[in-house]
């Protein structure tokens, strides 16, 4: 159940007035691929695990779901009449249950990276947006590297020209290096967490504002290049000198992956005899 944070009739600075005895607050911040780039606030109710005394205690919030469910009953789809049982929850519950990396589904084909990021399990993520859980550094580095997006060029869908970011098409597939030594996943954390960093210097600034071309700072530059070169070293010594030069070493290896564990002899065929 989603709610902007501008038009709810009972939410202060993004969150609900409850009551002091009240130990938790049903409402979360919901990301979307719009309030993940261009650094908006949106506010949902997230009442998957809410008490019934507790929720009783809050006629808004009831009224609230009163409305959804009349929504959902009055709807020509049988499936959404069937969810009206469940007024409290979201028809379709995508959140992990601990930290996660968002991927929007959808990004400009300008930027040279895709703006991912790091999130807890109490930010709500939307269906306009991709999450890989059990999130750290170490995979967001790799993801938000120069190999990956080389790879999500030449693999993903497109939405006109843009990029459309499929998890089974795109991060399903994408060989991730192996054999990589401690010291080499060290040093791509090191390089992630440089490139959090240097975002977080610009804090009145979106993703959007510092993911383009023409806009991006700098030192966010010279972290990306460090963080992709970091991510090179695990794939293998020799640099890449070109774009071409990437995806022909990626597709070589996902043609590895991909390849049967057991070669299938094929029969000879016997020639028979000419009859006479």
Known sequence: MKLSKERSPFLRNGKMRLRKSQSRNPSKPFISADEFLNNKKRWCFWLKDIQPNEFKSLPLLTKKVE?????????????????????????????????????????????????????????????????????????????????????????????????????????????????????QKQKVETA???????????????????????????????????????VDLCYRPQPFVSELNRIEYLFSLYEALSAPLFKVEKKKRSRKKDSL
């Open 192 to 230: 992630a967490q440089t490139v959090l960093d240097t975002r977080a210097k610009y804090p009145d600034s979106s993703l959007a504002d510092l993911y383009d071309p023409l806009t991006m700072p700098p030192d966010l530059v010279k972290a990306h290049k460090a963080l992709d070169k970091a």
């Open 67 to 183: 409305a959804v469910k009349k929504f959902r009953l009055a709807s020509t789809k049988n499936s959404t009449v069937q969810w009206a049982q469940f007024p409290t929850l979201f028809t379709e519950i995508r959140q992990p249950n601990n930290d996660y990396i968002i991927l929007p589904l959808h990004s400009s084909e300008n930027r040279k990276y895709i703006p991912i990021g790091l999130f807890n399990k109490n930010n709500i993520v939307a269906n306009s947006c991709s999450c890989v859980p059990n999130a750290n550094l170490y995979i967001f580095g790799i993801l938000t590297s120069e190999m990956h997006m080389t790879w999500v060029k030449y693999v993903c869908g497109r939405l006109k020209s843009d990029y459309r970011y499929s998890n089974t098409i795109v991060y399903n597939n994408y060989p991730f290096p192996e054999n990589v030594s401690d010291k």
